[in-house]
């Protein structure tokens, strides 16, 4: 079973139209967080979630709203994409005691606008 | 200001030689830290952490990293690396007191036959 899974793998769109990305956790994780990773490679955290409670919410567009129904699922709804918002974009977890046993990382989803 | 540095951008190695990977980090207090591994297309996968305790900590797929306060530094290794080994490799941390996982730029690390 995979453990973090992110849907689409890939997504492909054009300038304007709203897309969404979905991310489920099967470990049992209490926070969830969404990363993006740019054309250099770079990974910025966006969001963060413990237990259906945004607790990290960096410097992102409006355009971009997460939403968690419950602590296994974290969506990220995008409104309005722009050529800019074009990456790859990550969901992960992590569990309370995060020293210890990490973060786990799905397998991104790519987004291409056009 | 906190922040993780990975000084190499790109390192390119030889098969069989050995590889170390830097990581310099600044926070307050020592944090939590990782090493990642991402193949070209996949996604980040965890090689190794450390918490507290003896500061040598091995990983999978062969990898070892040492932790030392003094320097701010926790920096992986390989002895003989593979040619699977060619890879992005992302240093991370995250306060003891937060959950914020930060990355540094990465190393992206090229294997010669």
């Known amino acids: 079973d995979t453990a973090v899974s992110q849907t689409p793998k890939y997504l492909v769109t054009q300038m304007g139209n709203d897309k969404s990305i979905k991310c489920e956790q099967n470990?049992?994780?209490?926070?969830m967080y969404w990363y993006k990773q740019d054309s250099k490679k770079f990974l910025k955290i966006m969001f963060s979630y413990n237990n259906k409670e945004l607790i990290i919410n960096e410097t992102v567009p409006n355009r971009f709203s997460p939403k968690s129904p419950d602590k296994a699922h974290l969506n990220l709804h995008i409104n309005s994409l722009e050529l800019g918002d074009s990456a790859v974009y990550f969901c992960a977890s992590s569990p309370r005691d995060r020293g210890n046993y990490g973060y786990t990382f799905g397998s991104g989803t790519r987004l291409t606008v056009v | 200001a906190q922040s993780v540095t990975q000084p190499d951008i790109h390192i390119t190695v030889s098969e069989g030689a050995s590889l170390e990977l830097r990581c310099n980090y600044s926070?307050?207090?020592?944090?939590?830290l990782f090493w990642y591994v991402q193949s070209p297309g996949q996604g980040l996968q965890l090689l190794l952490k450390?918490?507290?305790?003896?500061?040598l900590v091995q990983g999978i797929k062969g990898f070892e990293a040492e932790f030392k306060r003094s320097q701010s530094s926790f920096n992986l290794r390989k002895p003989s690396v593979h040619w699977s080994d060619a890879a992005e490799y992302f240093c991370a941390v995250v306060p003891w007191a937060g959950n914020k996982l930060t990355f540094g730029g990465g190393t992206r690390v090229l294997v010669k036959p």
């Open positions: 926070y307050g207090a020592t944090p939590y």
């Open positions: 470990l049992g994780h209490d926070t």
């Open positions: 450390y918490f507290s305790g003896d500061t």
